[in-house]
């Protein structure tokens, strides 16, 4: 089973008026009871329009970044790096109503998405917030920090959510991970009790 991590730097804050200008994967392959995280891979999309000084303090890319042979981000475009061979089974981002917004199912071709804030509000109820960048601390993930940095690109990004979610997977598979990510957003006290509730009924089969 093959699941594509996701991550899209873009040209604004606003999903309607903005586009994506990088496009970030890895990929998670399970090689029998693990998963195996794989390079990330990245790709540069022309905008079209000058960025502004706001999305420049974000991700740090600049119009000198974008040669005049890079490709837009066209529909066929993302398609192709979505399904690049090998093809995945389920797609997976850190904060899937914003991926989404750009992917369509057209261009998604109804892959499942997980979610991996999602699956952290319901999985880790105790941490102390669910972006990407404090999961990763909170759980102490060791990380080659070449790969993990610098924050807010897409390969990065990508790259520790990966990490995220192979944690998770080591809680619960990719079904159940799916399950979680469409049920209802849990408010944070309810997940409080919901994961005290869970601690004591595992010590009560140890």
């Known amino acids: 089973m093959r699941l594509r991590v996701i991550d ?27 998963w195996i995280i794989e390079a990330p891979r990245t790709q540069l ?29 066209s529909d066929e475009a993302l398609m192709a790096l979505v399904h690049r061979s090998p093809a995945p089974d389920m797609l997976a981002a850190h904060h899937i109503a914003f991926e989404r917004h750009f992917l369509t199912d057209d261009i998604t071709q109804g892959l499942p998405w ?19 960048q404090i999961l990763r601390y ?12 610098p ?4 390969g990065p990004d990508a790259y520790v959510t990966a990490h995220i979610l192979r944690q998770q997977l080591a809680l619960s598979p990719p079904e159940d991970l799916l399950a979680l990510t469409r049920a209802r957003h849990i408010r944070r006290g309810a997940a409080l009790r919901s994961g005290r509730d869970m601690n004591r009924q595992e010590k009560l089969f140890l």
Do not use: Y
Request: hydrophobic share 35%; glycine share 4%; net charge negative.
């Open 8 to 34: 899209l730097e873009t040209s604004g804050s606003h999903p309607v008026s903005s586009e994506i200008i990088e496009f970030g994967s890895v990929d998670l392959v399970r090689e029998g009871d693990d």
């Open 45 to 73: 999309f022309r905008p079209n329009a000058p960025l502004t000084p706001e999305t420049q303090a974000v991700h740090h890319l600049m119009d000198e970044d974008f040669s005049p042979d890079l490709p837009k981000a």
């Open 114 to 132: 997980l979610c991996t804030l999602r699956i952290g509000q319901k999985l880790w109820p105790d941490a102390p917030r669910h972006t990407n």
């Open 138 to 149: 909170w759980l102490k993930l060791d990380l080659d920090r070449t790969l993990a940095m």
């Open 151 to 154: 924050a807010h690109r897409a």
